[in-house]
């Protein structure tokens, strides 16, 4: 299968979080090459602000921030550049009010004909109604 990966996922990799287990699963099968994971290529500045927020929030240290850094950066998901999707990420974020960041990864699933993975519930709660190939991480196996 064929997934847009959002950074929100990809950050439950790093850390244990909720359904870290799944994202770790969805992640490993990438790896051994049972399904393919895309992503804008702000998937790794996303991650980079989340690592970081972990830092002044106290949950790791400066020294694991950066490993994690460094771990991301060697398993990152195939990138798609984002200025080709941004027409598309603002008309939807403009119609949703929505942040654009989000939208990105919307906007990809929609072009690559796939299913985007997300843990955002108020990105499930506002877009899945008319974007149905939206789906919680929790959903899966």
């Given at each position: ?38 992503s ?77 993975i ?24």
């Amino acid at each position: 299968m064929k997934y847009v990966l959002d950074s929100c996922v990809g950050f439950k990799t790093l850390l244990v979080e909720q359904d870290s287990d799944k994202a770790q699963r969805l992640c490993e099968d990438y790896q051994k090459n049972v399904h393919e994971l895309l992503s804008p290529d702000v998937f790794a500045v996303e991650i980079a602000h989340a690592i970081t927020r972990a830092e002044r929030q106290g949950r790791i240290s400066p020294a694991e921030g950066a490993r994690l850094l460094t771990d991301m950066l060697n398993r990152l998901p195939a990138m798609h550049a984002s200025l080709p999707l941004l027409p598309r990420a603002y008309h939807i974020s403009s119609d949703a009010r929505r942040g654009a960041y989000d939208c990105l990864y919307v906007a990809l699933a929609e072009r690559e004909g796939c299913e985007l993975i997300t843990s955002d519930d108020k990105l499930i709660r506002k877009l899945q109604p008319r974007f149905p190939f939206i789906l919680p991480l929790a959903s899966l196996p």
